[in-house]
């Protein structure tokens, strides 16, 4: 079936411009995560999904960052105003129930580039 | 705060060495253990995983991981590498109660030369 799938694979922007990220899930995975992997740095956790709860943003890192998940599916990573520092890979992940021993899926990822 | 630590950045083997990579974490409580691996031009994608029972978990493609709680440790190991375990290979944990989200080590670059 289908795998976690994520748009665009390249991103370049200017300083300051905003930007979004977006992530399909796989069907009927409840959880979604979005991480960030900045070059020589492990994955960074960014926010979390789940259902229809309120998500778990305490991993975002300022309040440029922002992430909606429409409809319990397709997810939005969103960087306004963005920085040199915010280049990175860009990853999302889903699991089928969100249990902390779920395997995350991931997706290829997003390279943005902020010069 | 919670942190997973990979010591070995950059690993080179020839065919058929063994392999060990290190992963050490700090959280003191009831954990979930995963290796994931991303090879060349690929997604990242599950290894194996620790969540309860026998602490030696086997894996894909001949791999292996230990748990050792008094040690925080959960090392990767496979006794005969192949050209195609050239990879990058990272080390996750998650407490085993109301954590949402993985912490990842740096990761460790396996090159194996044929």
């Known amino acids: 079936g289908a795998g976690v799938s994520q748009s665009p694979s390249n991103k370049v922007t200017e300083k300051g411009k905003d930007v979004e990220l977006r992530c399909d899930p796989i069907s009927g995975h409840t959880a979604l995560y979005w991480y960030r992997q900045s070059l020589g740095q492990g994955l960074e956790f960014l926010i979390y999904f789940q259902g229809n709860s309120a998500p778990d943003k305490s991993g975002l890192p300022s309040d440029r960052f922002s992430a909606e998940r429409t409809g319990g599916s397709v997810s939005t990573l969103t960087i306004q105003r963005t920085q040199q520092e915010d280049s990175a890979v860009y990853l999302c992940?889903?699991?089928?129930?969100?249990?902390?021993?779920?395997?995350?899926?991931f997706g290829p990822g997003t390279r943005l580039t902020v010069l | 705060a919670q942190s997973v630590s990979q010591h070995n950045h950059h690993v080179i083997l020839s065919e058929a060495a063994s392999l060990e990579l290190g992963c050490n974490y700090s959280?003191?409580?009831?954990?979930?253990l995963f290796w994931y691996v991303q090879y060349p031009g690929q997604h990242l994608q599950l290894l194996l995983k620790?969540?309860?029972?026998?602490?030696l978990v086997k894996g894909i493609k001949g791999f292996e991981a230990e748990f050792i709680k008094s040690k925080f440790s959960f090392n990767l190991r496979k006794p005969s590498v192949q050209w195609s375990d050239t990879a990058e290979y990272f080390c996750?944990?998650?407490?085993?109660?109301?954590?949402?989200?993985?912490?990842f080590g740096t990761g460790t670059r396996l090159t194996v030369i044929p």
């Open positions: 620790y969540f309860s029972g026998d602490p």
């Open positions: 992940a889903s699991t089928p129930s969100g249990q902390t021993w779920d395997t995350q899926y």
């Open positions: 996750a944990v998650t407490p085993g109660a109301g954590a949402n989200n993985l912490f």
């Open positions: 959280y003191g409580g009831t954990v979930n």
